[in-house]
């Protein structure tokens, strides 16, 4: 575990902007972004990208470009899933 600047800390809580989920430096926006993360925590971005369900129509069009793939049809549920 990387030692931690509590200074840096605080200075990065009062640029962060929700709005765009980004911090708001003088030299300009910085994004976190998953290889950020993992270099800090050293833990391995490893196997297929998660994509939860979603109701909104054409989500599954949308995969291909931004994870580079479909992910698969869901199961039908089965009679004790519908009971739960």
């Known amino acids: ?6 200074a840096a800390i605080t200075a990065l809580v009062d640029r962060w902007r929700p709005e765009t989920h980004s911090f708001h430096l003088r030299t300009g926006e910085m994004t976190v972004t ?3 993360i993992a270099m800090i925590t ?8 998660l ?7 054409g989500w599954r ?8 793939m479909v992910p698969p049809e869901p199961r039908e549920p ?3 899933d519908k009971k739960k």
Not at 1 to 6: D, F, G, Q, V
Not at 51 to 57: A, E, K, L
Not at 61 to 68: C, D, F, V
Request: net charge negative; with cysteine.
């Open 1 to 6: 575990r990387p030692p931690l600047n509590a």
């Open 34 to 36: 998953l290889q950020d």
């Open 42 to 49: 050293n833990l391995p971005i490893e196997g297929n990208p």
């Open 51 to 57: 994509c939860m369900s979603t109701d909104s129509d």
């Open 61 to 68: 069009e949308q995969m291909p470009p931004l994870i580079g």
């Open 78 to 80: 089965v009679a004790e």
